[in-house]
């Protein structure tokens, strides 16, 4: 299996470019159970258990993740019961989630709920992380 971060050796965008992903959607009536492999973008309206590996991650307003995300970017509008690993974090003021977010940089509007959490790791963890730090009980 390649590694969770195999797509953070690449340069992001510079200010002001916009990087063209693509996108795909998990729409409301659709559950996904295991794990869920993009190169790009995915949008969850619906539900998913297991583990999400995606370059950018949306977790919309009435999506439901139960399991571990591991992407560059993450933003939350949903319920989360479970881990994040991602350079940047967003929690919109929709977001519900219970875990821990490893993150390097992370921004919680106002509104969001969240119990657990939050241990800032620098860029390089992420680059060296191969496979994901076992639950402790």
Known sequence: MPAPFRNLSKQPPRAGEAEALPTSQLGTATTVTG?????????VHGSV???????????????HVEGD????DVRIGGRLNGRVFALNVTLDDTAD???RIFHNT????????????????????????????????
């Open 35 to 43: 794990v869920l492999d993009t190169e790009g973008e995915l949008q």
């Open 69 to 72: 995300i591991v992407a560059r």
């Open 49 to 63: 258990v297991g583990r999400i590996n995606a370059e950018r991650l949306v977790l919309c307003r009435h999506g």
């Open 97 to 99: 989630v219970s875990g």
């Open 106 to 137: 992370v921004t919680v509007a106002r509104g969001a709920r969240f119990e657990g959490r939050m241990p800032w790791r620098p860029p390089s963890y992420f680059e060296a992380l191969d496979q994901l730090p076992e639950t402790r009980p």
